[in-house]
């Protein structure tokens, strides 16, 4: 549970500097709204990926 906490965590940090960043550059509004969708985008991906990945070592052949 904590690793999906910490994964939203830096994932709203980095989306909202990325959406801050961005905005300024294309010279439009910032929207805290749009980084925070993004952050649960994100968030919701890593989980599926890892939920997909194996965890054990693969065996030599």
């Known amino acids: 549970m904590m690793r999906y906490f910490w994964t939203l965590f830096w994932a709203f940090l980095l989306t909202q500097m990325l959406t801050y960043v961005v905005s ?12 925070l ?21 693969k065996e030599s052949h």
């Open 24 to 35: 300024s550059m294309l010279g439009i509004a910032y929207k805290f709204e749009t980084g």
């Open 37 to 57: 969708l993004l952050a649960i985008v994100f968030t919701v991906f890593v989980a599926i990926i890892t939920a997909v990945i194996p965890n054990e070592p």
